[in-house]
C-alpha cells in the first residue's frame, strides 16, 4: 500500500518527512516517480495536473494539503466516487488570524492613508472610528471563518458574518443565504472573504456586491482569486467605493507580471500565504485517516465533491 504525494506547486519532501517520523514503515512516494502505481491507495494532493488520477487503478481515498478542495474539481477527470477529504487544523485558522488581524488593524487604524501620506510629506492626524462602531463582515463560517469572526468579536469589533445556513456563535450576528446577503453586504466596513469556491460562490465579490457595502469600505480576499472580478474591484477602487483592498489569493498564481494589481497603490497584495498547511501539524490527521481507510472505518473530515465544499 503506497500513499503518494502529488502536487505541482509545493515542496512534497517535508511532507514524506512528516509522515515518515510518524511512521518510519509508511511507503510515502512522490508523484510522477512512484515505483508501482498500481500500488497507490491514498493520494495527498495539491493542484495536480489534470487527468493524472486516472493512472492509479487502486485509488481509494484522496486527500487536499489543504483546506480548500476546489483545485481536485478543478479537474474534469477527477473521480468523484472516491472519498475526499481535507484539512482541517487549529494551526491553520489560528494563522488565518494572525493574518487577518494584521488586514483589519492596517485599515482600521488608517495604515493605508497614512503610507499615502507619507509619499506627499502630508503630517496628518486621521481619526479612526471606534471598534465598536467598526464592522467586519466575514462571508463564510466555516472552520476558519468562524474561529476568526469569534476572535475579532472578543477584541471589541462589531462581527456579523454570512453564511449558506444560520449560525449561532457567541458576538457574531448571522446572516444566511442569498436573500440577506444584502442586508449583511450594506453593514460591513471591512469585508473578509473565507468562502469555498464553488460554482455558488465563483465571482461573488462583483461590482453589483461591491455597490451594495457602505461607501469606502474595505475588502480583505484570502479564499479564492476566482472569487473576485479582478476589472470589478479596479473600478471599486477608482470610483471610490472601495477604500483598498487586501489580497492574497488570485486567478492566476502566481500573480502575472503585467497584472495592474501590482502597480495599484489602493492594493496590497501577500503571494497566497495567510495561511500555508504545516505538514508537521497535520500528519497525524492524514496518518489516522490513511489508517481509517485501511480498515475500513469512517474517515475524518469527509467532504461532498457534489457540494464543492
Ligand atoms: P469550510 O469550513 O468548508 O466553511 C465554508 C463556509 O462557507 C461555511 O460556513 C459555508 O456555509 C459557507 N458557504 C459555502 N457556500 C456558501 C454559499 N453559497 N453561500 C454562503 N455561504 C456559503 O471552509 P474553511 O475551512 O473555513 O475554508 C474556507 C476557504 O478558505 C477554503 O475553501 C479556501 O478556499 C480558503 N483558504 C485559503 C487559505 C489561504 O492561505 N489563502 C488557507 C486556507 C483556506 P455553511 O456552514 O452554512 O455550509
Ligand atoms: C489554502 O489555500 C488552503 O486551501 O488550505
Redesign the pocket.
Known amino acids: 500500500m503506497t500513499i503518494s504525494i502529488i502536487c505541482t506547486n509545493k515542496d512534497p519532501k517535508p511532507w514524506v518527512a512528516a509522515l515518515r517520523a510518524l511512521d518510519p514503515t509508511l511507503d510515502v512516494q512522490i508523484w510522477p516517480n512512484e515505483s508501482r502505481k498500481a500500488d497507490v491507495e491514498f493520494a495527498l494532493c495539491w493542484n495536480h495536473p489534470e487527468g493524472v488520477l486516472r493512472d492509479y487503478p487502486n485509488l481509494r481515498c484522496i486527500c487536499s494539503m489543504?483546506?480548500?478542495?476546489?483545485h481536485l474539481l478543478n479537474d474534469d477527470f477527477f473521480p468523484k466516487d472516491l472519498p475526499v477529504i481535507?484539512?482541517?487544523d487549529p494551526l491553520?485558522?489560528q494563522?488565518?488570524y494572525e493574518?487577518l488581524h494584521t488586514a483589519v488593524m492596517y485599515y482600521f487604524r488608517d495604515f493605508d492613508i497614512y503610507k499615502a501620506q507619507q509619499y506627499q510629506s502630508n503630517w496628518k492626524q486621521q481619526s479612526p472610528k471606534a471598534i465598536a462602531h467598526t464592522t467586519i463582515g466575514v462571508?463564510?463560517?466555516?472552520?476558519?471563518?468562524?474561529?476568526s469572526a469569534s476572535k475579532f468579536s472578543k477584541i471589541g469589533f462589531n462581527v456579523i458574518?454570512?453564511?449558506?445556513?444560520?449560525?449561532t456563535i457567541t458576538g457574531v450576528k448571522s446572516y444566511?443565504?442569498?436573500r440577506q446577503?444584502g442586508e449583511f453586504l450594506s453593514q460591513v466596513d471591512i469585508l473578509i472573504c473565507?468562502?469555498?469556491?464553488?460554482n455558488?460562490?465563483r465571482g461573488?465579490l462583483n461590482l453589483e456586491n461591491i455597490n451594495k457595502l457602505p461607501f469606502g469600505a474595505c475588502l480583505v480576499n484570502?479564499?479564492?482569486g476566482e472569487h473576485l472580478i479582478d476589472e470589478d474591484l479596479i473600478t471599486a477602487l477608482n470610483e471610490g467605493q472601495l477604500r483598498g483592498a487586501c489580497l492574497?489569493?488570485f486567478r492566476e498564481e502566481p500573480l502575472s507580471q503585467m497584472h495592474p494589481f501590482w502597480q495599484n497603490n489602493k492594493i496590497l497584495l501577500t503571494p497566497?500565504?495567510?495561511?500555508?498547511?504545516d505538514p508537521n501539524s497535520v500528519a497525524p490527521q492524514i496518518l489516522k485517516n490513511y489508517r481509517l481507510m485501511k480498515s475500513g472505518q469512517a474517515l475524518m473530515n469527509q467532504?461532498d465533491p457534489f457540494?464543492?465544499?
Open positions: 489543504g483546506a480548500g478542495i476546489d481535507r484539512i482541517i491553520l485558522a494563522s488565518m493574518y462571508m463564510g463560517l466555516g472552520k476558519l471563518g468562524e474561529y458574518g454570512w453564511s449558506r445556513t444560520q449560525k444566511a443565504s442569498d446577503l473565507l468562502l469555498p469556491l464553488t455558488e460562490t461573488i484570502v479564499a479564492r492574497d489569493v497566497h500565504c495567510s495561511s500555508i498547511t467532504v457540494r464543492g465544499y
